[in-house]
């Protein structure tokens, strides 16, 4: 998992522990009502205020936290189009330069295409060199056409570097993005404290345990893995489509001569 990210759980494995952590939560809240109220009695009416406010704490953490979430989601797929279109543009403007450096430039290309693949995790490929290394030998290749034709292929130098750059943007928007371990450590105690006054608003009322606190635990869970599910691209179940990427591929494979 991402260094930025709260534990290096699985998704499911997370989503029964803060499902856990919020019955616990309910729970504990509960039982403490009710052993105070056997020594005093509590107005039900500022519990039920406080309760509230709490949970709007919580729930607007809560949008705040998925709206970042979503942003990144969608980064990762405006990442992934501009690359595969640079990609594409740069494997037709190799056709400007000549031989042998034409047919290296798209061989570096196609191994780039299925690296990219084999990054993604859709499709398990053996790319021999990393991603970073294909780029090294097509800028090797770029510099190498630049100096023999100075001037004549500028067009193709500049899709080299947009390829290039596109590279470090998917990495930034992967790997280096994610909802920081601070703001989900925040989340988590305003979690915990929620529903720990929820429980305890239900003893003071005098009610017996309702599945209404279920309920509101279960959604809780559900929201918090959502997000968490987007902030970890590849490893959970919201992965952004890589069919762009694959559909690449293709057209480079019905393209190689």
Do not use: C
Not at 142 to 165: N, T, Y
Not at 166 to 187: C, G, Y
């Amino acid at each position: 998992m991402p260094e930025h990210g709260l534990v290096g759980l699985p998704i499911w494995v997370g989503f029964i522990a803060t499902l856990l952590i919020a019955l616990i939560s309910v729970e504990g809240g509960y039982q403490w009502a009710m052993r105070k109220h056997r020594s005093e009695v509590e107005k039900e009416a500022p519990i039920g205020g406080m309760v509230g406010a709490m949970l709007g704490l919580l729930a607007f953490l809560l949008a705040f936290t998925f709206g970042m979430a979503s942003d990144r989601y969608h980064d990762r797929q405006i990442a992934l189009l501009d690359e595969a279109n640079a990609v594409r543009a740069t494997y037709w403007q190799a056709g400007m330069i000549s031989e042998p450096h034409r047919s290296e430039v798209r061989r570096i290309l196609r191994n780039y295409t299925e690296e990219r693949l084999q990054w993604t995790g859709i499709e398990k490929v053996k790319a021999n060199l990393s991603a970073n290394e294909l780029l090294n030998q097509l800028w090797a290749q770029a510099v190498v056409i630049g100096a023999q034709h100075p001037g004549e292929v500028d067009v193709f130098l500049s899709s080299v570097s947009e390829v290039i750059r596109l590279n470090e943007t998917r990495v930034m928007v992967r790997e280096r993005s994610q909802i920081p371990r601070p703001f989900w450590a925040a989340l988590y105690i305003i979690l915990i404290l929620s529903l720990t006054v929820v429980g305890y608003h239900s003893g003071v009322a005098g009610t017996n345990r309702t599945p209404v606190t279920i309920a509101v635990a279960v959604a809780f869970a559900v929201v918090i893995m959502l997000i968490a599910d987007l902030d970890r691209p590849g490893e959970g179940f919201v992965n952004v489509n890589q069919q762009v990427m694959i559909d690449l591929r293709d057209w480079i494979t019905a393209l190689k001569p």
